[in-house]
């Protein structure tokens, strides 16, 4: 792939995606209580060791326990989007970026003001667009783990910051047990339906591992809607979730690497097998990193994967760029 290409991640997390020297910078300047005093612990301790990582469950652990925390103030949160943004210009050429966090998994617990948080998130985004002259929006995760009262208030500070860079809403964390695979999605409903008659993007975390099956994607098709899914790769299980996917036109936000890792498919040959389901239904796919450190990946390293798997051609991988071109919440 030319290395010019411009690229546009749809799906990347702040809290897996800021270098850990910047981490560590943030950590000190804060004095922030480490378990480790060496760099170099400091580095495996936030990253996602394949050693180590063997479900979904590990791979957000880390982020929970280290870097969400050493985020949560203004000039941290500030710092971080602002560092990301740039750092993946620089690796990849992504001039449209569309960057996902919980606000409310940054500000201790109520102890900061959450709109303190979100105005840094924004003024550290608006700096690294003006340096670089790209793209880029902020989406808010809802959180499977929280109770509907705060994510009702995060959506309520979307629809507050619609206008200074906000563009969506998501949902994330596990989904955990069956019960939870259309029962619960009820829950998310309205306040799907709130955003999108507010005019922002909405995406959905369903079907990231084979555990969760099909019946979350299903429910979250048609209670929440959505215009994207991250990750969906049990929908290539169904041939009824694929078609639902290609009548609404939802698109499939695809973390390869992401999903190694946590082990939601078995290596790149299951991941073959997936894009060529989608590619045969039809379904809109685009590619995307999740978290570039703490998977140790960029964006354009996982086009790199795919194209030297055979899991797509040159003209595929380009229309997966074009697909999110045309998927963006950006304006
Ligand atoms: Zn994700």
Same mark, same amino acid.
């Given at each position: 792939m030319?290395?010019?290409?411009?690229?546009?991640? +749809?799906?990347?997390?702040?809290?897996?995606?800021?270098?850990?020297?910047?981490?560590?910078?943030?950590?000190?300047?804060?004095g922030f209580k480490l378990p480790v005093k060496s760099y170099w612990d400091f580095c495996d301790l936030v990253y996602a060791d394949p050693k180590k990582v063997t479900s979904l469950g590990d791979y957000l652990d880390i982020m929970h326990q280290w870097t969400e925390k050493i985020q949560s103030s203004p000039s941290a949160i500030e710092r971080s989007v602002y560092e990301i943004i740039g750092k993946e210009y620089r690796s990849s050429r992504v001039s449209s970026i569309e960057l996902r966090f919980n606000p409310?998994?940054?500000? +201790?617990?109520?102890?900061?003001?959450?709109?303190?948080?979100?105005?840094?998130?924004?003024?550290?985004? =608006?700096?690294?667009?003006?340096?670089?002259?790209?793209?880029?929006? +902020?989406?808010?995760? +809802?959180?499977?783990?929280? =109770?509907?009262?705060?994510?009702?208030?995060?959506?309520?500070?979307?629809?507050?910051?619609?206008?200074?860079?906000v563009i969506g809403i998501d949902l994330a964390g596990p989904e955990k047990h069956t019960l939870e695979f259309g029962g619960d999605v009820e829950r998310y409903r309205d306040l799907y339906a709130r955003a999108r008659a507010a005019g922002l993007g909405t995406t959905v975390h369903t079907g990231e591992t084979s555990l969760t099956g099909v019946e979350g994607v299903l429910a979250v098709i048609e209670k929440l809607q959505p215009a994207r899914i991250g990750h969906g790769i049990a929908a290539a299980q169904s041939e009824e979730a694929m078609r639902k996917l290609v009548e609404r036109g939802i698109v499939l936000e695809l973390c390869p690497s992401s999903n190694i890792?946590?082990?939601?498919?078995?290596?790149?040959?299951?991941?073959?097998?997936?894009?060529?389901?989608?590619r045969k239904a039809g379904v809109r796919t685009t590619v995307n990193t999740d978290g570039t450190y703490l998977l140790g990946t960029t964006l354009r390293k996982e086009f790199e994967l795919l194209l030297a798997h055979q899991v797509l051609s040159e003209s595929e991988a380009f229309r997966c760029i074009e697909t999110a071109k045309a998927a963006t919440f950006l304006k």
């Amino acid at each position: 792939m030319d290395p010019r290409t411009e690229l546009t991640d +749809l799906h990347i997390h702040v809290g897996g995606a800021v270098a850990p020297h910047v981490l560590w910078a943030i950590a000190h300047d804060l004095g922030f209580k480490l378990p480790v005093k060496s760099y170099w612990d400091f580095c495996d301790l936030v990253y996602a060791d394949p050693k180590k990582v063997t479900s979904l469950g590990d791979y957000l652990d880390i982020m929970h326990q280290w870097t969400e925390k050493i985020q949560s103030s203004p000039s941290a949160i500030e710092r971080s989007v602002y560092e990301i943004i740039g750092k993946e210009y620089r690796s990849s050429r992504v001039s449209s970026i569309e960057l996902r966090f919980n606000p409310m998994k940054r500000n +201790l617990g109520g102890e900061r003001d959450l709109d303190y948080i979100i105005a840094a998130a924004i003024r550290g985004m =608006d700096r690294a667009c003006l340096a670089y002259g790209i793209r880029a929006g +902020l989406i808010f995760c +809802l959180a499977r783990e929280f =109770d509907y009262e705060l994510n009702e208030i995060i959506v309520k500070k979307a629809e507050k910051y619609r206008n200074q860079g906000v563009i969506g809403i998501d949902l994330a964390g596990p989904e955990k047990h069956t019960l939870e695979f259309g029962g619960d999605v009820e829950r998310y409903r309205d306040l799907y339906a709130r955003a999108r008659a507010a005019g922002l993007g909405t995406t959905v975390h369903t079907g990231e591992t084979s555990l969760t099956g099909v019946e979350g994607v299903l429910a979250v098709i048609e209670k929440l809607q959505p215009a994207r899914i991250g990750h969906g790769i049990a929908a290539a299980q169904s041939e009824e979730a694929m078609r639902k996917l290609v009548e609404r036109g939802i698109v499939l936000e695809l973390c390869p690497s992401s999903n190694i890792r946590t082990h939601a498919v078995t290596g790149i040959d299951e991941v073959r097998e997936i894009f060529a389901k989608f590619r045969k239904a039809g379904v809109r796919t685009t590619v995307n990193t999740d978290g570039t450190y703490l998977l140790g990946t960029t964006l354009r390293k996982e086009f790199e994967l795919l194209l030297a798997h055979q899991v797509l051609s040159e003209s595929e991988a380009f229309r997966c760029i074009e697909t999110a071109k045309a998927a963006t919440f950006l304006k």
